[in-house]
C-alpha cells in the first residue's frame, strides 16, 4: 500500500468499520490500497513467461472491422453465463489485434508510469483509466461494438453503455487480487453490469489469470463475512468459505485471443504474478442503459465521479463520457 493510501486509512475520521464514505485519492491509489487487502502465501519460485505471439501489423481499418463484426455466441453460452456469472470465449480477437492492443497499452503504461514494463518495475499493480479518450487505437477497442453486443447479449438487455476502461498491469513479483465482487465497487444501481476482461497476451497459471468462483449466487454465502478495509481477514475468510463448501473455481489460463466477461455479482481473484512479463490487460465495464447511480456510493466505488462527471447520486447514469455502445449511437458508430 502506498504511503499516502495509508496515511488516507488512518484519518481520525475515519470509523474502524466504515466504508460509506468517498474516496478522495486517485485510481492508482486505490489500487494499491485494494491489492494490499490479499492474503499471500508463501513466495514461489519466479518462472520464465512463454515468447510472446507473432503476427503481421494490422493496420488500423482491418482492426475496425474485426472489432465492429458480431462475435457468433451460441444459447449454450448465454445459458453457462446466466447461471455461472462469467464465461470464457476463445478467439473474440485475432493474434495480431491483441499485439496491437499490447503495444499501445504499453505505451501509454510506461508514459504514465515512467518506467519499462515486462521486469522494469516489480511488486506493483499499475492501473491506468479512461485511455480511450486520448488514445485513438485502445478507443477502437473499448467502444468495440464487437464486445459491447457480446456483452448486451449476454446480459440479455437491449442496450449498453461504457462505464469505463481500466488498463491493468500486475507486474513481476505482485501478489494476488483479493476475492471480492464488483457490485460494491460500481455505484449503479443494477445487477445488469459486466466487465469485458481483455488479456493483451497468454495467461498461464504463473503469471495469474483471472479466477471465477461458480455459481453465480455463491456471494449470497458470503454475507456473513465483515468486509474489513485495513486488513487481509475478509480475502482469507472468503477462501477459507469457499475451500470448506466445495465451492467450483475456474482459475483455467487463457489462451492467445481469449476474453472472458464476469457480471458483477460474479465472485473472483487473480493469483500473483510469478513470470518475469508484465500481466497486462484491458477491462471494460459495460451497464444496462438507463440504470441510475445509487443513492449513497462509497469508498469501494473509488474514483467514480470521474467515470459518472456531473451525475449525482440517484440520477441516470448518462454523461458524456457513458456512450451507449450497443446498439451503435451514430456518433459513434
Known sequence: MSNSSRAYLRGDNLDREDIHQAWEQDNQAWWDWYVSLAENPTAEPSETAPPLPQAEVQDDEALRNELATPYPLTEAQQGFFRKNGYIKLKKVLSAAAVVRLRAELISELTRGFGGSLDGGITDRFLSLEMVWLDNPILREFVLSPRIAKLSADLLGVAAVRLYHDNVLSKEPGCGRTPWHYDATHFPLATDDVLTAWIPAQPIPLAMGPLAFA??????????????????????????????????????????????????????????????????????????????????????????????????????????????????VESEHG
Open 214 to 327: 461458480a455459481p453465480i449466487d455463491v456471494y449470497k454465502q458470503t454475507t456473513e463475512i465483515e468486509f474489513n478495509k485495513f486488513d487481509t481477514s475478509y480475502d482469507r475468510l472468503i477462501d477459507e468459505m469457499f475451500r470448506t463448501r466445495n465451492v467450483t473455481i475456474d482459475d483455467s489460463p487463457f489462451e492467445l485471443g481469449e476474453v472472458s466477461f464476469h457480471h458483477n455479482l460474479s465472485f473472483h481473484t487473480a493469483r500473483g504474478n510469478r513470470t518475469d512479463r508484465s500481466r497486462i490487460v484491458m477491462a471494460t465495464t459495460y451497464f444496462r442503459d438507463g440504470a441510475r447511480v445509487v443513492d449513497e456510493p462509497t469508498m469501494i466505488s473509488g474514483d467514480w465521479q470521474k467515470f459518472l462527471p456531473g451525475i449525482e447520486p440517484g440520477e441516470v447514469a448518462k454523461s458524456e463520457l457513458n456512450p451507449r455502445l450497443w446498439p
